[in-house]
């Protein structure tokens, strides 16, 4: 499936919070497998993310990025329009990932009051996964 990254990433931090949830097995086998393939990809984003601002960065007299008392890279005010627009063209960059997907029949069984119920962001967010599978 294709996604961009800003998608994955978005995609990966609510599925994080919805693998915590009491779900019916089937959907929350197919959310931890896809949460795995998302948080590989997540990482990636990440790191390739950081690469980018340490780019941008100010530097110590040993080449190094200055990184102020937050913990955040210091960045000149110049630089910054430069830094976000890439930022932007990075996020908007599209990928292909495996997916597993689930039966959209399997979120009628979140009625059941032994299940925790699901945002409306929540499932917009699975959208991408589910699929109406005709059982037999």
């Excluded at 009491?22 to 990636?44: D, G, Q, R």
């Excluded at 399997?106 to 059941?112: G, M, P, R």
Aim: glycine share 2%; charged share 30%.
């Amino acid at each position: 499936m294709d996604l961009t990254l800003g998608e994955i990433r978005d995609k990966y931090k609510v599925f994080v919070a919805i693998s915590s949830k009491k779900l019916p097995i089937k959907l929350s086998y197919t959310i931890s497998k896809n949460l795995s393939v998302l948080e590989k990809e997540a990482n990636l984003i990440d790191d390739n993310r950081i690469k980018l601002a340490e780019a941008y960065a100010e530097k110590n007299p040993d080449g190094t990025p200055i990184i102020d008392k937050n913990k955040c890279y210091v960045i000149n005010e110049a630089a910054l329009p430069s830094l976000n627009k890439e930022i932007a063209e990075y996020y908007r960059t599209v990928t292909s990932i495996d997916i597993c997907k689930a039966n959209i029949k399997e979120l009628d069984k979140l009625e059941e009051s032994r299940y925790d119920a699901l945002s409306p962001a929540e499932i917009s967010a699975l959208d991408f996964m589910l699929e109406d599978i005709m059982e037999n």
